[in-house]
């Protein structure tokens, strides 16, 4: 699986979009990119995921550049519930493989 | 109603004794996988099962033994518990789909060994 950068921690007023990057520059053509949380004591949150085209849905949207070695994940009115480590993990497009899950990035919502 | 449960939630327990976790899922997934997560916060695969069959063993001590009775269950056995077997462990299930699976995890299973 590609390895995957993200920053350690970032902060963001309640209400403001949160924008969370993240690097993948080994990314492969057959790899997707998933966004996962995990909120404090609970088990991780699928978020969003996407191969080459942006993506929303009711959480939140994928950015992913024209070269796919980059993302960003977007929650456009961050809540105090969004307050969570953030992962963002690339893997091939074949079932049943395994999350390989970085330090990811610890986004606290500031009221 | 819980898609993924475990059961316990808390388990306290002597170095050297054999407990089990076990791992239930109402979503009609064909995987399930076990993962563990220690006090440095790092998630790590241990298994993975599909349709009852073994497909992952991450380099697990074999002391570690999953069981799946049916799709729906996964256990986790583990015998001469250790101190450095404290952490949580998280079941997961995922519906096999080439690059469409999402994985659904359960609240997870502290473990602490004494």
């Known amino acids: 699986d590609a390895k995957t950068t993200q920053p350690p921690s970032m902060d963001c007023a309640e209400g403001r979009a949160a924008n969370l990057p993240c690097n993948h520059s080994?990314?492969?053509?057959?790899?997707?990119v998933y966004w996962y949380r995990q909120i404090h004591s609970q088990g991780p949150q699928y978020i969003i995921h996407?191969?080459?085209n942006n993506e929303t849905n009711e959480m939140a949207s994928l950015i992913i550049t024209e070269d796919r070695k980059s993302s960003t994940l977007i929650l456009p009115h961050a809540t105090l519930r969004d307050t969570a480590v953030y992962y963002c993990?690339?893997?091939?497009?074949?079932?049943?493989?395994?999350?390989?899950f970085g330090t990811g990035t610890r986004l606290t919502i500031i009221p | 109603d819980t898609a993924v449960s475990q059961t316990p939630k808390y388990l306290v327990t002597q170095m050297g004794n054999d407990k089990s976790i076990k791992c239930e899922q109402n979503?009609?997934?064909?995987?399930m996988y076990w993962y563990k997560q220690d006090s440095k916060k790092f998630l790590k695969i241990m298994f993975s099962?599909?349709?009852?069959?073994?497909?992952i063993n991450e380099t697990v001590p074999n002391r570690f033994s999953p069981k799946s009775p049916d799709k729906a269950h996964l256990n986790l056995h583990i015998n001469s518990l250790e101190l450095g077997d404290s952490a949580v462990y998280f079941c997961?299930?995922?519906?096999?789909?080439?690059?469409?699976?999402?994985?659904?995890f359960g609240p997870g299973t502290r473990l602490l060994v004494l």
């Open positions: 080994t990314i492969s053509g057959n790899e997707y």
């Open positions: 997961a299930s995922s519906q096999r789909d080439p690059g469409e699976e999402t994985q659904y």
């Open positions: 979503l009609g997934h064909d995987t």
């Open positions: 099962y599909n349709n009852k069959e073994l497909i």
């Open positions: 993990i690339v893997r091939p497009n074949f079932g049943n493989e395994k999350l390989t």
């Open positions: 996407g191969l080459k």
